[in-house]
């Protein structure tokens, strides 16, 4: 990934280009506009593409298409690396803008709402999610805090299971309180250790739930990656 200044913008046109509103991805019928998410070739073959929003596009005389974009990065190209919490489908949107030719353009894809991305009946090999802007140069987040769950004390991952205590509503993973995955699936009810001996907690119908950011009591629907 070729790189500029991070948190700065190419924006000025050079002399002989003119803004356009639209680029079609050579050799396909999809049409990339400004504000669209892409997937752009990566300089290692054996690397999987690069994300980025499109901010501008532009053509000179000949229509040689350029593209200003500013990149997403995924958790392992950050400074902290990828962590237990982050999920196969997460970026980062971060404050490094670049210019690249639109021939690098692979295809379109769509980055969620961290919320909108748990509501997804299915998740396609397109679909990606972002919940925290990052700076490159520091490796700052914002937010630098969000709800951590569980007795691990850890942000949700999408990617994985957890059940929901009845009594105090709080959200564990099966390994955090001795279960296996496939135990967690055949629950009906289920407390954790401390509320577990409470005579008073309330047996719902279906003590088990798809994640923290879902208050239907349902079972978790299983993702395509």
């Not at 506009?33 to 000179?60: F, H, N, Q, T, W």
């Not at 949107?93 to 295809?107: K, N, P, R, W």
């Not at 802007?133 to 630098?144: L, V």
């Amino acid at each position: 990934m070729a790189k500029t200044r991070p948190g700065v913008a190419p924006s000025k046109n050079k002399p002989g280009r003119k803004d356009i509103d639209a680029y079609t991805i050579k050799g396909t019928n999809k049409i990339v506009r400004v504000g669209d998410c892409v997937l752009m070739r990566p300089s290692d073959a054996g690397k999987p593409p690069y994300v980025a929003r499109i901010e501008k596009i532009e053509a000179d005389a000949r229509n040689n298409v350029k593209v200003h974009c500013r990149w997403y990065y995924r958790p392992e190209e950050s400074l902290g690396g990828r962590r237990q919490f982050h999920g196969a489908k997460e970026l980062f949107l971060s404050d490094h803008y670049d210019v690249q030719s639109a021939h690098t353009i692979e295809g379109k894809c769509i980055v969620h709402t961290f919320k909108n991305y748990t509501k997804l009946e299915n998740v396609g090999t397109e679909d990606y999610y972002c919940r925290f802007e990052y700076k490159a140069a520091t490796g700052a987040f914002t937010p630098d805090r969000v709800a951590v769950y569980c007795k691990c004390e850890m942000p949700y991952n999408p990617d994985d299971l957890m059940v929901q205590c009845e009594g105090c509503k709080d959200w564990y993973h099966p390994a955090c309180v001795g279960m296996t995955i496939e135990e967690a699936k055949k629950l009906e009810h289920f407390a954790c250790t401390e509320c577990s001996s409470d005579e008073d907690v309330k047996r719902s119908q279906n003590g088990f739930s798809s994640s923290p950011l879902d208050d239907l009591k349902v079972e978790a629907k299983r993702r395509k990656r």
